[in-house]
């Protein structure tokens, strides 16, 4: 017996409408039929997952995350660039280049939840953008095995299939 896929993410939202608005507006967000909790609840959805936002008086953790693979980073960057969503504070900086040419950015969402955002090929960014990142390597000393590190960019990868580079 195994889990198959990450069905959903649950995390709060102390201004569900600011938090919906946000989902859609930088990720394409839709919602979607949403069952009644005996609170405020919006269900969104992302393709084949699902962020669950309920409304809560609660802080949200400083740095548990969950995170999106993108297809348009630079309209995903520029656009969080726009809404001041860019996080510098739970890993020193916003936007870091991992093993492997992937692109990796920190954002806050309107509770506080932290959202990472990936894409592959980091090396075909505009200058502009890439001109902000900066290399894990340079900020943390990796080994050869750090160095094989990969995060599954492509669709239903598993630990098994995970390339070797």
């Not at 939202?13 to 609170?39: C, D, K, Q």
């Not at 936007?95 to 990796?104: K, M």
């Not at 290399?135 to 750090?146: E, F, I, K, M, T």
């Amino acid at each position: 017996m195994s889990a198959t896929r990450v069905n959903h993410v649950s995390v709060h939202a102390p201004e569900l409408e600011a938090s919906v608005a946000w989902y859609e507006n930088l990720f394409g967000a839709h919602r979607i039929p949403t069952p009644n909790f005996g609170m405020p609840v919006q269900w969104l959805g992302f393709g084949d997952t699902q962020v669950h936002l309920f409304q809560r008086e609660t802080d949200a953790p400083s740095h548990h995350h969950f995170a999106f693979a993108v297809d348009d980073f630079p309209a995903v960057y520029r656009r969080a660039g726009e809404l001041g969503a860019y996080d510098q504070d739970a890993f020193g900086h916003h936007f870091f280049e991992l093993p492997g040419d992937t692109a990796q950015l920190y954002l806050r969402d309107p509770g506080g939840n932290l959202v990472e955002v990936d894409a592959a090929a980091l090396s075909e960014l505009p200058e502009e953008i890439l001109a902000d990142r900066k290399r894990l390597a340079d900020v943390n000393p990796q080994d050869d095995d750090n160095l094989q590190a990969r995060l599954y960019l492509e669709p239903a990868q598993s630990s098994a299939e995970s390339p070797v580079a």
